[in-house]
């Protein structure tokens, strides 16, 4: 049996996210994904508004809007990979109790704002020009250890050689874990 991985989109979910079909493509020969559109977990109708519209819609109830809805969906812990505003929905559910297996965010906006960290195994991934990546003090301060790619900015995760990345990436994690529990059997 396959494990379970939700996908947890950007702030434009399925509207701008051409990209998340490569993503859906690799991940679903691997994993029993479940796709979230953060934008319906939000209840938002936004189809003709500006990326600062978007943010402040979010911001200003959307995200908790969001949480709350992807905590009555999912029960079962799983695997999480999230992308930018969904990152911070992702991070901010599991600390309300959502439970998780792990948590691989990319270019996960506002998460710099948190005092506390999920207890699961956690990948952050950034692009070294992401003008919202949490600072080095952030990340001792909560005992983290940020990836960072050079010469990338917020929307690395569109690009097909970070696709693959972190494609791979998760799959390496799953396929140890599981490979651990095997052998402790």
């Known amino acids: 049996m396959a494990e379970k991985l939700i996908v947890v989109s950007d702030m434009w979910g399925a509207k701008k996210g051409l990209w998340i079909t490569s993503y859906l493509g690799y991940l679903q020969q691997y994993f029993e994904v479940t796709y979230y559109d953060i934008q319906q ?18 911001v200003n109830g959307g995200i908790d809007l969001a949480v709350s809805h992807l905590m009555k969906k999912e029960q079962e812990p799983c695997h999480y990979l999230a992308f930018s505003t969904g990152g911070t929905i992702a991070w901010k559910a599991n600390l309300k109790g959502l439970p998780m297996k792990s948590l691989y965010t990319v270019s996960a906006t506002r998460v710099r704002l948190e005092h506390k960290k999920p207890n699961v195994p956690l990948t952050l991934l950034y692009g070294a020009l992401d003008t919202n990546r949490p600072s080095k003090e952030w990340e001792m301060q909560l005992g983290l250890d940020t990836k960072i790619i050079q010469n990338f900015g917020h929307r690395l995760y569109s690009d097909e050689g970070i696709i693959k990345k972190v494609c791979l990436d998760l799959l390496g994690n799953v396929t140890t874990k599981l490979d651990l529990a095997k052998k402790a059997v």
């Open 41 to 58: 977990l939000a209840n938002m109708d936004l189809e003709s508004c500006s990326e600062e519209d978007l943010h402040e819609a979010f």
